[in-house]
C-alpha cells in the first residue's frame, strides 16, 4: 500500500510539474522570424544614395549578442529593423549646435551615422583586438584575421 501511494504522488508530481513548464512555455513563447541570408542595407526612400546598398551578411553575425547591433530590444517583443520609424530613419544628417558634441542623439539618428558607427567601428575594434592579442602572445608578424569590412569599396562594391 505504502508503495502505491508513493508511486501515484511521484506520478502526479511528475505530471503537475510537466504541466507547469508546458504551461509557462506556452505563454512566454515568441515566435521570431530570424533572416538567414542577406540583409540588404539602403538609404531611405527620399535620399539619392551616391553609392550602392550594402548586403549585410545577417547569419555571419550570430556569434555576436543580438542587443548589440538591435540595441532598443527589450527582449520581448519582435525585433524591429534599424529603418523602422524613429530609430535610424533621419534621412539627412542634423546641423550640430555651437558647442554641441558632434555625435548627438540626432547624428546618431540619422541612418549613415548608425550604420558606419556601427558596423565600421565593430570591425574596427575587432581588428585592433585581434592585433593586441598578436602582440601579447608574441607571435610571428602576420595579419590578424579579417574582422570585417573597414573602407567604401569593401561594403559599396558599385
Not at 533621419?90 to 542623439?105: I, Q, T
Amino acid at each position: 500500500m505504502r508503495r502505491s501511494v508513493v508511486a501515484i504522488l511521484t506520478v502526479t508530481a511528475i505530471g503537475l510539474l510537466g504541466a507547469i513548464q508546458g504551461f509557462s512555455s506556452a505563454a512566454s513563447k515568441v515566435d521570431m522570424c530570424v533572416p538567414m541570408g542577406a540583409i540588404v542595407l539602403k538609404a531611405p526612400e527620399d535620399v539619392q544614395s551616391k553609392r550602392s546598398s550594402v548586403e549585410f551578411p545577417h547569419a555571419r553575425h550570430f556569434d555576436v549578442a543580438c542587443v548589440t547591433c538591435h540595441h532598443t530590444w527589450g527582449r520581448t517583443e519582435p525585433i524591429a529593423g534599424c529603418m523602422t520609424s524613429g530609430c535610424h530613419d533621419v534621412a539627412e544628417l542634423p546641423k550640430r549646435k555651437p558647442g554641441a558634441p558632434a555625435d548627438g542623439d540626432a547624428a546618431v539618428m540619422y541612418f549613415k551615422n548608425a550604420f558606419h558607427k556601427s558596423c565600421i567601428g565593430c570591425h574596427k575594434d575587432i581588428k585592433a583586438q585581434a592585433l593586441a592579442q598578436q602582440k601579447s602572445l608574441k607571435t610571428p608578424a602576420r595579419p590578424p584575421a579579417k574582422s570585417g569590412p573597414t573602407s567604401c569599396a569593401e561594403c559599396h562594391p558599385k
